[in-house]
């Protein structure tokens, strides 16, 4: 009889210690309870992505450039870096592979983005007239940085006036940003006056971070300065 009355104490005794380890720990430790959100942005993060054509495929350096004829800024400035393929994010401590996916399929696409952030399919070249549309995915606070789950977790952070910067080919682009906003899941990504002239980068990402609700888009231009 001891000897049940003890096994009930340590059962209870354990049953509230690891409720007090999940309080106290609870940031470091919710991501377990968010794998199923997280595990479901997939089924519409890509329904649909931009009104640019993903439909061809060159064998360029960068090889998902679209086909449409967009012409060269004239006197674009960059600076020279070591860095290939990516993407620097300094006000959140982003630096993190581009990767250039092929195609517009939404597997390929997912699996991609275990690497880096995808480059979409279509998007011109940086220092090209037009759009560049760079997804990327969020996760809930406590999710651990494996792969890259996490790498756009922070877009809410940036405002008006933030410094991104694209490194390809030895050459660093500075892109300012203008605006944030947020769109509906399925929505098309807004378009920007500004790419009838000039080069308008748009990282994307679900809102709010590790919810497959919304999505968020950060509208920035390249820089001359």
């Not at 690497?115 to 037009?130: A, E, F, I």
């Not at 790419?195 to 888009?217: E, F, H, M």
């Amino acid at each position: 009889m001891k000897g049940d009355k003890i096994k009930k104490i340590i059962k209870v005794a354990a049953l509230i210690y690891l409720a007090s380890f999940l309080i106290i720990n609870w940031n470091d430790v919710s991501w377990i309870f968010n794998y199923k959100e997280v595990s479901g942005l997939v089924d519409d993060f890509f329904n649909p992505y931009p009104s640019i054509d993903a439909a061809t495929v060159d064998a360029y350096f960068y090889p998902n450039h679209s086909q449409a004829a967009a012409q060269t800024i004239k006197d674009v400035k960059t600076s020279y870096t070591d860095k290939q393929n990516t993407l620097e994010i300094p006000k959140i401590g982003i630096s993190v592979p581009i990767v250039f996916s092929a195609t517009s399929d939404k597997n390929s696409i997912m699996k991609d983005l275990n690497s880096g952030v995808v480059y979409y399919p279509g998007s011109v070249y940086p220092g090209q007239t037009g759009q560049i549309v760079i997804l990327g995915h969020s996760a809930p606070p406590g999710w651990p940085k494996i792969k890259h789950d996490w790498v756009f977790t922070d877009l809410e952070k940036l405002s008006p006036g933030d410094t991104i910067s694209i490194d390809l080919n030895n050459k660093q682009y500075t892109y300012i940003v203008k605006q944030k906003t947020i769109i509906q899941r399925g929505a098309e990504v807004p378009a920007d006056a500004s790419s009838l002239s000039n080069n308008v980068l748009t990282l994307i990402s679900c809102w709010p971070p590790g919810k497959d609700y919304q999505r968020i888009a950060v509208v920035a231009e390249l820089t001359n300065n």
